[in-house]
């Protein structure tokens, strides 16, 4: 299995900081990356898709990066409805593994 | 817009069969390109995929749970199902169903809301 290592596992921030979160692929996934949102008690929503391509009425503060093994999503300008947990997966596998998640809080 | 909604029991003997259902709307479950997924969220952890099933009946279950699953689709109520058969403690989770969008870097583009299942004689 391909297994998916985000950094940090948590951090604190304040409003209209530069956010950047960090994925690990544990082998070359290519562009095979997607990033999801969820906020406390709601399901996942999907922010970004093949690394970098953002998802229809996500706000363009966010953004990805990467390609093979290493990958990135920056949030510039952390606005208060971001405070939530995201998530990496990998899509190049048949089972598309998540990574365990970064839960961004308030300073 | 595409809306899923899960239903089913959310309490569950230790050892029986739990049985969930998704019901799609705003599109077809017929539909060219897409999947229609099963992942599990325990309590504070984080996302775990248990499989799909396209609407011609192909299935990914995950191998570390493939003994017990099944999954089904009913095209003409435009819903798909899982059944996990005896099931554990470990087995407590919010269950989610999903579409999975295929074709480059497949992804979940919509979600239900999740259905609390608790497993407890």
């Known amino acids: 299995d391909i297994q998916m290592t985000q950094s940090p596992s948590s951090l604190s921030a304040s409003v209209g900081d530069r956010v950047t979160i960090t994925c690990r692929a544990s082998q070359n996934i290519r562009n095979y990356l997607n990033w999801y949102q969820q906020k406390p008690g709601k399901a996942p929503n999907l922010l970004i898709y093949?690394?970098?391509s953002l998802q229809s009425g996500v706000p363009s503060r966010f953004s990805g990066s990467g390609s093979g093994t290493d990958f990135t999503l920056t949030i510039s300008g952390l606005q208060p409805e971001d405070f939530a947990t995201y998530y990496c997966?990998?899509?190049?596998?048949?089972?598309?593994?998540f990574g365990q998640g970064t839960k961004v809080e308030i300073k | 817009q595409v809306q899923l909604q899960e239903s089913g029991p959310g309490l569950v003997k230790p050892s029986q069969t739990l049985s969930l259902t998704c019901a799609v709307s705003?599109?077809?479950?017929?539909?060219?390109?897409?999947?229609w997924s099963w992942i599990r969220q325990h309590p504070g952890k984080g996302l775990e995929w248990i499989g799909y099933?396209?609407?011609?009946?192909?299935?990914y279950y995950n191998p570390s749970l493939k003994s017990r699953i099944t999954m089904s689709v009913d095209t003409s109520k435009n819903q798909f199902s899982l059944k996990l058969t005896s099931v554990t403690a470990a087995d407590a989770a919010v269950y989610y169903c999903?579409?999975?969008?295929?074709?480059?870097?497949?992804?979940?583009?919509?979600w239900g809301q999740g259905t609390l299942v608790t497993v407890s004689s």
């Open positions: 705003g599109d077809s479950i017929s539909s060219t390109g897409y999947y």
């Open positions: 999903a579409r999975l969008k295929s074709g480059g870097s497949s992804c979940l583009d919509y």
């Open positions: 093949a690394v970098s």
């Open positions: 997966q990998q899509s190049y596998s048949a089972l598309g593994t």
């Open positions: 099933i396209y609407h011609s009946g192909s299935t």
